[in-house]
């Protein structure tokens, strides 16, 4: 359980510097004029990933879950790709990339990186994430709970990020959803 709990909270430290990082780019856009949306949804968001680390240790504390090292095992990896793609997509924006959704009118979306296979891959790390996670120590009751309502939250979140995006110019074929991200 130690080990897990260490993992949890290696995950907990990576988003805080996700939001140290998110911050100074806040800093940079809103320097450049950019609009924000989707204010209302952003406290849900905070709550329900900071539900999904606690949920994770509380489940296998307290249900008593076990380690199942197959599943368990296959889990690390899934979170260990999770972050490689979420900062793949930081490092692609750049000072773009944010928690918030901050679009700086006038500049182009992004068209590298993973953005040039998927429209939102943050979100596909996200989702990784918030499965794999619980599951690397077997609690399933915090995986599906955290699927269920991030699927709720994503579906507003994308529609405000794909309507933000409407402010910029208009994409061409192939290009990303990277300015709001």
Known sequence: ML???LLVLAVGVERVA???VARRNGRWSRARGAVEAGQRHYPVMVVLHTGLLVGCVTEVRWAGRPF???LGWAMVAVVVAAQALRWW???TLGPRWNTRVLVVPGL?????????????PNYVAVVAEGLALPLVHGAWLTALLFTVLNA???TVRIRCENE???LAPRRTAGSGAGAAL
Do not use: D, F, K, S
């Open 108 to 120: 182009p979306l992004v068209a590298g990186g993973p953005y040039r296979w998927l429209t939102h």
């Open 3 to 5: 080990w897990y709990a």
């Open 152 to 154: 709720a939250l994503l």
């Open 164 to 166: 933000a995006l409407g």
């Open 89 to 91: 997509c930081i490092r």
């Open 68 to 70: 199942e090292p197959v």
């Open 18 to 20: 996700e939001l140290v």
